[in-house]
């Protein structure tokens, strides 16, 4: 494994971490788009499996960041 897979699959689960901190302390939407932007870096850091298994991450990134901009700001 090469540094620029490495260092995508180590900061996507550190996005992953932070985004479920900031979702558990009461600020969704911010912690759903840290949860997809670490999604994306895990999926995009795979580089020796199928089509679908590098592709379904990033389609779960996209659909769950989408989701997280139409969250609405609930304070």
Do not use: E, W
Not at 26 to 54: D, E, F
Request: hydrophobic share 55%.
């Amino acid at each position: 494994m090469s540094l620029a897979p490495r260092f995508l699959s180590t900061s996507g689960y550190i996005f992953v971490l932070f985004g479920l901190l900031l979702g558990v302390s009461g600020s969704a939407q911010a912690g759903a788009i840290l949860v997809a932007v670490g999604t994306a870096g895990v999926g995009l850091s795979t580089t020796s499996v199928s089509k679908v298994g590098r592709y379904l991450p990033l389609a779960i990134a996209l659909a769950l960041f989408a989701l997280a901009i139409a969250l609405p700001r609930g304070r």
